[in-house]
């Protein structure tokens, strides 16, 4: 799958599906997409902070259902279920907030006790995450879809 194949793939054709797989290319030619969405989003916030911000929620809304979307089929295709990005985002938002709350309940101890927790917690999950997305995916039927029947997976 090429780059436009996977824009066209994720925002068009596959919007809002969660069934079945996803190749590493159609999983990072996306990434690549949002990375180039961002950086155009940067130039325009630089030149007009109001229309960047107003920019930065369109694209965040337009996208965040076709990013969860193709990492779950990602997920899926390493024979993984998309419950784990579910998973990610809660250690990551759910501890924060959990960081944030024992600073203005208990202290700077607490504080430093909490966040140090926090980022190892987070560097196993991103590490969980990274490894899953980048590994190949699995040959032959897994418990999501048929080999064939995932575009794009011949040469992933």
């Known amino acids: 799958m090429n780059f436009g194949e996977s824009i066209h793939t994720c925002l068009i054709k596959k919007f809002a599906h969660f069934k079945g797989r996803a190749s590493r290319s159609e999983f990072w030619y996306?990434?690549?997409?949002?990375?180039?969405?961002?950086l155009f989003n940067s130039i325009i916030?630089?030149?007009?902070?109001?229309?960047g911000a107003i920019v930065?929620?369109?694209?965040?809304?337009?996208?965040?259902?076709?990013?969860?979307?193709?990492?779950?089929r990602r997920l899926h295709d390493v024979n993984k279920s998309g419950w784990?990005?579910?998973l990610y985002i809660f250690i990551c938002f759910?501890?924060?907030t959990l960081v944030l709350m024992s600073l203005w309940n208990?202290?700077?101890?607490?504080?430093?006790?909490?966040l140090m927790i926090y980022i190892i917690l987070q560097l196993g999950n991103v590490a969980f995450m990274l490894f899953n997305l980048v590994r190949k995916g699995t040959q032959g039927k897994n418990r999501y879809d048929e080999w064939d029947e995932c575009a794009g997976n011949k040469n992933n």
């Open 30 to 38: 996306f990434q690549l997409f949002i990375f180039i969405a961002s």
């Open 106 to 114: 208990s202290g700077q101890k607490a504080f430093e006790e909490s």
């Open 56 to 72: 930065s929620i369109i694209i965040s809304l337009v996208l965040v259902i076709p990013y969860s979307a193709v990492t779950v």
């Open 94 to 96: 759910g501890g924060l």
């Open 84 to 86: 784990y990005l579910f």
């Open 45 to 51: 916030s630089n030149a007009s902070p109001q229309i």
